[in-house]
């Protein structure tokens, strides 16, 4: 099925690293905002590394994420996809970054993911020139890694904030 991104960039002029996703799940859609499913530990590791409560609904993500300087988007603007499965997107198609990358001072590029990271290297990474850093998903799908292993890796974005 054809997905079109239908989540803006959550990013202000304070915003110093990007993170981006592959594509909202279908439970982020519906919810209206990113990293929603309620198995999806992204809030709780970012809560965890800023020692912090952790935010449960949409204004509240946006103004913690907002707070810590992060900006939040995803690498696809379409794709086909089968459910949530990365490993299923046919056709991706790129969101332009210069909506971000030319309206905040980024220094850090991180992907959530290996396909995220992939598609990032393979359709953003030869325009904009700007690296990124592969993080492990808080999918639910990926619960091989253990929450201790996520805040650990998800602390490379700290020095860059």
Request: include cysteine; glycine fraction near 4%; aromatic fraction near 10%.
């Amino acid at each position: 099925m054809l997905i079109v991104h239908p989540l803006e960039p959550v990013f202000d002029a304070s915003s110093r690293v990007l993170i981006l996703g592959t594509m909202p799940s279908p439970k982020s859609r519906e919810a209206g905002f990113y990293y929603a499913h309620p198995q999806n530990r992204f809030w709780k590791v970012l809560a965890a590394l800023f020692k912090s409560e952790i935010p449960f609904d949409r204004e509240a993500r946006r103004g913690f994420v907002l707070r810590h300087r992060i900006a939040l988007w995803d690498v696809l603007r379409s794709c086909e996809i089968e459910g949530t499965s990365d490993a299923s997107i046919k056709r991706p198609v790129p969101n332009d970054l210069s909506v971000v990358l030319d309206r905040a001072p980024i220094q850090a590029i991180f992907c959530t993911g290996a396909k995220s990271a992939a598609f990032y290297r393979k359709l953003i990474e030869p325009v904009t020139k700007h690296p990124a850093i592969a993080l492990p998903s808080t999918s639910p799908a990926n619960c091989a890694v253990s929450f201790e292993r996520l805040c650990a890796a998800y602390g490379a974005i700290l020095p860059w904030l």
